[in-house]
């Protein structure tokens, strides 16, 4: 029941200064950043509400972040990208 009244709004659960901060950058990554904006256009046929999507790509970018500063590599975009699958 519980899932039922929250369908759609992002938690508050977490940490406030870093969700505030990855919001604007989400945003803008779902229209610029060709990893994201096909992850959320995935998201969003599955017909997933406009903030869970938001808020994917917000983990979405926090988990690249901590990718390149864990393996002090620059960004290389082919590593996120998923490889096709062939029948």
């Known amino acids: 029941m519980i899932g039922v009244l929250l369908e759609g709004k992002m938690s508050k659960t977490g940490n406030v200064h870093l969700r505030k901060s990855l919001y604007m950058p989400a945003l ?14 995935r998201l969003s046929e599955r017909g997933k509400p406009a903030m869970i999507v938001v808020g994917a790509a917000m ?20 590593y996120f ?6 029948d």
Do not use: G, T, W
């Open 28 to 41: 803008v990554a779902k229209k610029h950043n060709p990893i994201i904006c096909a992850f959320c256009e």
């Open 59 to 78: 983990r979405k970018l926090l988990h690249i972040v901590y990718d390149i500063l864990k393996s002090d590599q620059p960004f290389a975009p082919a």
């Open 81 to 86: 990208e998923k490889p096709a699958v062939q």
